[in-house]
């Protein structure tokens, strides 16, 4: 993590930013769909993450899989006690709508890690960003093959008092994405 003046931690991440998705595009993470109108993992991208998801349902996940996606040392990450997933990362608690969402951001960040070194580079907020971002990119669920769906109706967010529209798993119920209505730009 990057310890200078807040103007130098600013200079920093915005050196280091990334294209989301020329980034993805080079390192084979994603492609177009077939209509060409939106994107998706390639099939070999989608296998490693899987795979490595299919581990952490096992294995469980660490606090040094939280802290690479923050770049902190795992001694400055903690489980914060909510009554949904949280971590506390250095000073400030991070969320996810569900244990599947935090399974499924660390499973993405150790299979981008497995094909690129320049990932680290890539300032952390905007790591998170791409990763929750990414969650979207499931064509079913990967916990138990449901069908995935965007919410028609707003529902109050497990990790803030706003309202959110979610993308979760019709059968098994996990939410992998929350977002405000008013975060979503008109078309």
């Known amino acids: 993590m990057f310890d200078g003046s807040a103007a130098e931690r ?15 595009l080079d390192i084979d993470a994603i492609q177009p769909t ?8 390639t099939p070999k991208f989608a296998e490693r993450v899987e795979n490595r998801l299919n581990r ?34 250095g000073s400030t608690v991070r969320s996810w709508p569900s244990a599947g969402a935090v399974q499924l951001d660390v ?39 449901g069908a995935l769906s965007i919410s028609d109706q707003t529902v109050e967010s497990c990790c803030s008092n706003v309202e959110v529209v979610t993308i979760s798993c019709t ?6 994405l929350e977002f405000t209505p008013d975060s979503v730009p008109e078309v």
């Open 107 to 145: 499973a993405v960040d150790k299979s981008i890690r497995a094909v690129t070194d320049e990932w680290t580079d890539v300032p952390s907020r905007q790591r998170y960003r791409i990763l929750q971002s990414l969650r979207s990119f499931q064509e079913q669920c990967l916990f138990c093959t």
């Open 10 to 24: 600013i200079k920093e991440r915005r050196r280091n930013a990334v294209d989301p998705e020329a980034f993805l």
């Open 56 to 89: 952490l349902q096992v294995d469980g996940v660490e606090p040094t899989d939280i802290g690479s996606i923050f770049g902190v040392s795992d001694d400055n990450v903690s489980k914060s006690d909510r009554s949904y997933p949280a971590y506390k990362t």
């Open 171 to 176: 059968d098994c119920g996990r939410r992998f």
């Open 34 to 41: 077939d209509g060409e109108e939106g994107l998706q993992f």
